[in-house]
């Protein structure tokens, strides 16, 4: 039976672990998955945020193994028509490891950040990014594709 609960600091290697298989699936080169700094401030990050808590990360649990997980936290945003207040939900992180998945481990995980973003953290809007397997799962949840894309610029180091 699957527990899903906040997670814990002791949880941040499973946290990171599920960020890697996040970025994986999104396709992320693999030469940029390996870079030691990213991880070490991710890892610094997770333990921050858990420690703080004012950011909700979640974890479901099969046993004593996290196999799910996924957070959410609301960011200060200049206010617009649809977010009036400036109060910007996002949630990211959300992975299921391989085994796990069609359980409804995702479904669960983000129940519970939306309701957690419109009840607790107060947001106006939430935001995502969706890879093609989770697109369905967050349509199903009320999300639509935003008229305009993201577009990104990396850091020259950073840069292919």
Do not use: C
């Amino acid at each position: 039976m699957e527990q899903l609960r906040p997670a814990r600091i002791h949880d941040v290697d499973d946290l990171m672990r599920l960020r890697i298989l996040m970025f994986e699936a999104m396709g992320t080169p693999a030469h940029q998955l390996e870079a030691a700094e990213w991880r070490a401030a991710a890892r610094d990050w997770f333990t921050a945020k858990i420690a703080a808590g004012n950011t909700h990360i979640l974890v479901v649990l099969d046993g004593d193994q996290v196999v799910a997980g996924g957070l959410a936290e609301v960011l200060p945003a200049i206010p617009a028509p649809g977010m009036p207040r400036g109060r910007l939900g996002f949630v990211s992180n959300v992975a299921t490891l391989p085994h796990a998945r069609g359980r409804g481990l995702a479904r669960a995980v983000m129940t519970e950040l939306v309701r957690w973003l419109e009840e607790e953290g107060d947001a106006d809007r939430i935001d995502l990014a969706a890879t093609s397997e989770g697109a369905p799962l967050y349509a199903s949840l009320g999300f639509t594709e935003a008229a305009f894309p993201t577009m990104r610029r990396l850091a020259p180091a950073d840069a292919p």
